[in-house]
C-alpha cells in the first residue's frame, strides 16, 4: 500500500521561505515520476513542479520559476518542494504525487500540506 505523506507547511511571512517534504512508504522515487501540485481556495489544483525519475524532464509554473526547486533524496526517499521569495499568491494547500497517468492525474497522492503566505 502506498503512502505519501507531505509536511513543512506554516505561516511564513512574504519573501521568507519554506521547504515542503514528502516522505513515501511503499513507493520508490528512485523509480518514480513525481509532482508538486497546490489548491488555493476557489481555484483550479495546478502544477506546481514536476521531474521525472531520470531527472532529465523538469517542469515548473512560470510564476514559480526561479523561486521553488524539486528534488529527491534517494536515500530518505523523500521528495521536496524548496520555495524561496514566496509571494502571498503562493498560498495554498500543498500536495506531493506520484506516477503520472497524465500531466494532471498522478496515481497516488499525498494529504496536502497548508502554505500561508501572509504578513
Known amino acids: 500500500q502506498v503512502q505519501l505523506v507531505e509536511s513543512g507547511g506554516g505561516l511564513v511571512q512574504p519573501g521568507g521561505s519554506l521547504r515542503l517534504s514528502c516522505s513515501a512508504s511503499?513507493?520508490?522515487?528512485?523509480?518514480?515520476?513525481t509532482a508538486w501540485f497546490r489548491q488555493a481556495p476557489g481555484k483550479e489544483r495546478e502544477r506546481v513542479a514536476a521531474?521525472?525519475?531520470?531527472?532529465?524532464?523538469?517542469f515548473y509554473l512560470e510564476t514559480v520559476k526561479g523561486r521553488f526547486t524539486i528534488s529527491t533524496d534517494n536515500v530518505e526517499n523523500t521528495l521536496y518542494l524548496q520555495m524561496n521569495n514566496l509571494k502571498p499568491e503562493d498560498t495554498a494547500t500543498y500536495y506531493c504525487?506520484?506516477?503520472?497517468?497524465?500531466?494532471?492525474?498522478?496515481?497516488?497522492w499525498g494529504q496536502g500540506t497548508q502554505v500561508t503566505v501572509s504578513s
Open positions: 504525487a506520484a506516477e503520472p497517468r497524465t500531466p494532471r492525474e498522478y496515481k497516488y
Open positions: 511503499g513507493l520508490n522515487f528512485r523509480q518514480s515520476d
Open positions: 521531474m521525472s525519475w531520470t531527472g532529465e524532464f523538469l
